[in-house]
């Protein structure tokens, strides 16, 4: 394979679930020559979407920004901005033949973190930036998702520019339809790179170029709602279409539901309207374990009569995770569960 993707998760029983799930198409995807566009297509992308989602790349900016420092070139792609929600995608390409860390041949990728881990970071010597988002305003952005393209082992290293993909979600609302101003940080780091299932040698080691800066402004896309407060019961199960998040770039779903029962964390998987299961590149769900909602990703904004439909529940034991062998244990005990619809449902949505 010519690249494996990582899909930084989480810590959510949804996470983990989709990090499941996410191995078992790597793997599958291993077997056919389409093994990239399979996985392209479980994160809700198309060919040059640059990994922020094909709605969000059809309704967002191609910036095309790019910087150079080091041996090493950053391109700013596209970036989509709505009221409560930025996505960046970005590409890392390494113009130096050759680079290794120790014994070992690397590879350049981003460095990542949350604000509290820079102290460190700049323990290990890596500096104190991580990648970053921040406005004109001085708006805190918490950067809530990301992933990237890593090379699969020393064998076979990824040749051209490392898509990355980051998603920011500031303290307070951006206000929509102005021009606004940001500025998106990214540093790098020097990877080794070593054989899948092999420990990975500590340590990273400093880039000496950068970090590379990019100031650009685009429109912050309003985010209509659409009040449904439809229900659909099948197998026993009622589920609500509480109502429609109608992002131009993120559209979802809310669904609420009681748990079948409370041995499992129940998950939904979306059908026909929804992009890839409604999981598509939003990274993860919390589990349902008595009541509550969930988010299924729509495949594009709705215009006028809109349907859906929910595919299939699914419950994942509720185990512990911090000893391995009871967990696998539970698992065994309890089982997983599948409740298959479909739930359908209809609504009208106004027309742009």
Known sequence: MERLKRWLLPRTCGGWALAFLLLSLVFVASVYSV????????????????????????????????????????????????????????????????????????????????????????????????????????????????????????????????????????????????KHRFSLKVPLVETPVVQMGQERPPPEEPFGGGPFVFDFGVPVQPVPVVDVGQEATAKGVTLTLDRVIDSPGRPQA??????????????????????????????????VTSSGCQKLLLEGPSKGRSSLEVAAIEGMPECPFDDAEAAEACHEEVGERWIRGPWRFEFDAPRP
């Open 35 to 178: 093994r990239d566009d399979l996985y392209r297509t479980y994160l809700g992308l198309q060919p040059g979407a640059q990994n922020v989602g094909k709605a969000a790349y059809a309704a967002g900016e191609r910036l095309e920004m790019k910087k150079t420092a080091g041996g090493a070139r950053v391109t700013l792609n596209s970036v989509y901005a709505e009221e409560e929600y930025v996505v960046v995608g970005y590409e890392v390409e390494d113009l130096t033949k050759g680079r290794r860390v120790g014994e070992h041949p690397a590879e350049l990728q981003p460095l990542l973190g949350f604000e509290g881990d820079k102290e460190k970071l700049r323990k290990r010597g890596l500096g104190g930036d991580i990648v970053e988002l921040t406005d004109e305003s001085g708006t805190e952005f918490r950067m809530v998702n990301n992933s990237g393209s890593v090379s699969e082992g020393p064998d076979n290293m990824a040749r051209g520019p490392l898509q990355n993909m980051a998603a920011f979600r500031p303290e307070q609302k951006l206000d929509p339809g102005k």
């Open 254 to 287: 809310v669904l609420c539901y009681e748990a079948p029962d409370d041995e499992h964390a129940w998950f939904l998987h979306g059908g026909k309207g929804t992009d890839f299961g409604g999981w598509g590149s939003s990274g993860s769900m919390r589990g």
